[in-house]
């Protein structure tokens, strides 16, 4: 038998995994630090207990004690059976080819309430597993509405799918640069120049300047598919513009600065701010020089009728139009000159670009440019994609702009909030109202893979039951509500006696999982393992509040009891936060 062994490692899951870890290191004669990686927190049961953490034997002794002649399960029960009990483990077993530990049930409770008061919103984020992921300055490119066209849904996924990676980013320890990057160059601004002198209006520019821009866009398209000459004035007003011309140039800014105001205003209606505004409209020189280094390096090819192309694939011939044959440049080129500028500005470790999948091969061909180019940070540029959303329309009709989901959810939680007849007290109820609807359209929008297209249901992301935003806000606001019941709110003096309820329990353990989650969303940048997680904190939360009254109990197991649910709201709400909701206190 081997001997009790005692070592406190840092972090909260690896200083119980660090008493499994010596114990199995020994045994089986790897470093602890390897053996600590095959240990995870098992995931919570509805039904039974569980154990708090398991030993993959598989992973741990592949190619070491490879044994033909034993099965993984009898593997596991024979390590676990070299396995003493200690001062942090009280039980040790072997459960489909995995030994399993459990901690002494009061040291479980002592500490992870411990580490949560003391590490407050850092809570699961200073932990040894994510300690090893590198850190550094991550740039995210996402939202980038189209000034004159729609901000479709595609923009708000794009939008709420971006905040949340930036959110993330930031959370474990990197610097994020948030950058919008607008759609406001290009032929929809000769249309658009066009276009406002035959229908715009300078005040309703002013009093509503997206849906005027909108609109005017919409009418000189379809008058200008009849009119050649039309077309051939938009892009004499694009030529004009590109060459700098005082009067088109005017005119545009114009719409921009507008334009950037409207969007300024929603954004904060979702919390969300950028650190840069950039645009198409910034690259139009520097993409000549893009062109230029193309052309250095002889992979630009000039046809006789003045489009330039890069071969993309040597021998394969996949060519992409840099350049157009009046000479405009094109969308890739200035993503070529965007992504330059960024790397020469801020020397980024990552780079991120949030859109929808139409737009994969777009991103194939801007990251092999770049490494066309030598650009060494080519390798650093990722591409995250997203699906459509079909069905997501306001009681008007089709979503044209961002503004009217963002109302439409409002409205629909204010009418359902005043059928329950529990928001009278509220304050400001559209305030709340507006909180709760955007936690809706975020997690309806976050619960499957992001590649996949999902139809939009008002009813099902705003019911109260299930897995939905407006649940967790409720539970949010109700675990918040118990902060009145406090007497005297000392969160380090509690009788530990007072918590050992399984309820309390397998919310403790589902808490040591925090950062194995947040490892897993780093990997593949998916909101849902993110909000799965939270919908098991958030029902784990709600049986232990219905099996756990603070009224009615003595004050010691009062004060035990409201300890365990403040805990268990800061984790909720600084996770909800992650994903870009804001919890509401009360509704
Ligand atoms: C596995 O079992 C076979 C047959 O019983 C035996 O010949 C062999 O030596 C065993 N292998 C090991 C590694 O023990
Ligand atoms: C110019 O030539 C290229 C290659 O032959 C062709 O793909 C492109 O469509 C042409 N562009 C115009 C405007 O004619
Ligand atoms: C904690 O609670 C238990 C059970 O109610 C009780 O026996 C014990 O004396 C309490 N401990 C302290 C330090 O008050």
């Not at 300055?137 to 996924?157: C, D, M, Y």
């Not at 249309?191 to 609109?215: A, V």
């Not at 840099?322 to 070529?336: A, C, E």
């Not at 935003?469 to 380090?492: C, I, M, N, P």
């Amino acid at each position: 038998m081997v001997p009790l062994t005692f070592l406190w490692i840092t972090f909260y899951s690896l200083h119980f995994i660090g008493q499994c870890t010596l114990q199995v290191s020994r045994i089986v004669g790897l470093p602890s630090e390897t053996v600590a990686q095959s240990i995870r927190a098992v995931p919570v049961h509805r039904k039974h207990e569980s154990p708090d953490f398991q030993l993959f034997v598989n992973s741990l002794l592949d190619d070491i004690h490879a044994d033909a002649n034993f099965t993984v399960q009898e593997k596991a029960q024979k390590l676990a059976s070299k396995l003493n009990c200690d001062t942090v483990i009280s039980e040790i077993g072997a459960d489909r080819g995995s030994v399993t530990f459990k901690v002494h049930r009061d040291l479980l409770i002592k500490t992870v309430l411990h580490k949560i008061t003391q590490d407050g919103p850092r809570f699961g984020l200073n932990t040894d597993l994510l300690s090893r992921i590198p850190k550094g300055k991550t740039i995210v490119e996402f939202s980038s509405p189209n000034i004159a066209k729609k901000f479709h849904v595609g923009h708000l996924r794009s939008t709420i799918i971006g905040n949340y990676i930036a959110n993330l980013k930031e959370a474990i320890g990197n610097e994020v640069i948030r950058i919008n990057y607008l759609g406001d160059w290009g032929l929809q601004f000769g249309l658009l120049g066009t276009g406002f002198s035959k229908f715009g209006s300078e005040k309703e520019l002013r009093d509503n300047p997206l849906e005027h821009l909108f609109n005017v866009y919409v009418k000189i398209n379809e008058a200008a598919e009849q009119d050649e000459n039309l077309r051939s004035s938009a892009m004499e007003f694009l030529k004009r513009l590109e060459g700098g011309e005082a009067q088109a140039v005017s005119l545009w800014t114009h719409f921009r600065e507008l334009s950037i105001q409207e969007y300024a205003k929603i954004y904060k209606r979702l919390g969300i701010h950028f650190e840069e505004y950039s645009g198409e409209s910034f690259y139009r020189e520097k993409s000549q020089h893009v062109l230029q280094m193309l052309r250095n390096r002889g992979v630009l090819k000039e046809m006789e009728n003045g489009t330039g192309v890069v071969d993309l694939s040597e021998g394969l011939s996949t060519y992409k139009t840099v350049v157009r044959s009046d000479g405009t440049s094109l969308y890739i080129t200035r993503d070529v000159a965007a992504a330059i500028d960024r790397i020469e500005k801020y020397d980024f470790d990552e780079m991120i670009y949030v859109t929808d999948k139409s737009q994969q091969t777009h991103f194939q061909h801007l990251f092999k440019i770049l490494q066309i180019l030598g650009e060494k940070h080519s390798i650093r540029c990722h591409h995250v994609p997203f699906g459509r959303v079909q069905g997501m329309k306001t009681r008007k009709g089709d979503v044209i702009f961002l503004e009217d989901v963002l109302d439409e959810a409002r409205t629909r939680m204010l009418q359902n909030m005043a059928a329950t007849s529990t928001s009278k007290h509220l304050e400001d109820p559209a305030r709340t109202a507006e909180k709760i609807g955007a936690a809706a359209l975020i997690v309806q929008d976050f619960k499957g893979p992001l590649m996949s297209d999902y139809h939009f249901d008002w009813d099902r992301a705003l019911q109260s039951f299930g897995d939905t935003g407006v649940f967790l806000q409720y539970t949010h606001a109700r675990l918040h509500s118990l902060q009145g019941l406090w007497e005297t709110k000392d969160l380090t003096d509690f009788n530990i006696s007072c918590l050992q309820e399984p309820s309390v329990i397998s919310t403790l353990q589902h808490l040591l999982r925090y950062d194995e989650v947040i490892l897993q969303c780093l990997d593949d940048y998916q909101p849902r393992y993110l909000v799965n997680y939270l919908m098991g904190l958030g029902h784990l939360a709600n049986v232990a509040h219905r099996a756990l009254p603070v009224k009615g109990s003595t004050s010691e197991v009062a004060q035990a009891r409201l300890l365990f649910f403040n805990n268990v709201q800061m984790v909720l709400a600084n996770t909800m936060k992650l994903l870009g909701i804001t919890p509401v206190t009360n509704m």
